[in-house]
């Protein structure tokens, strides 16, 4: 369990990293990049948040499942808007 939140773990980081790498290549004008890394990162902050609070909210064991399909959505909608963002640009 633990390695593989592990593996998980390093997966989004590179994830990250490849989101952060491809805004700051392609946003134009570059004086523009502050602001929109900064929605970017409030954005991550504002989901960071309300999984917490999802979390706190369904506490109970039994309720796990659906705090992992939530996870797994966002995961795939995600990925979905990347890959079709990227499709687009090219």
């Not at 700051?24 to 504002?46: C, F, W, Y």
Request: charged fraction near 10%; charge should be positive; glycine fraction near 10%.
């Amino acid at each position: 369990l633990v390695g593989g939140v592990g593996v998980s773990r390093l997966g989004l980081w590179g994830f990250d990293l490849s989101v952060s790498q491809l805004l700051q290549e392609r946003i134009d004008p570059p004086t523009a990049r502050g602001s929109v890394l900064g929605v970017q990162k409030s954005l991550e902050a504002m989901w960071g948040t309300l999984a917490a609070f999802t979390s706190v909210m369904l506490p109970a064991p039994w309720q796990f499942q659906y705090l992992a399909f939530g996870s797994w959505m966002a995961v795939c909608s995600a990925a979905l808007l990347h890959t079709s963002t990227l499709a687009r640009k090219q």
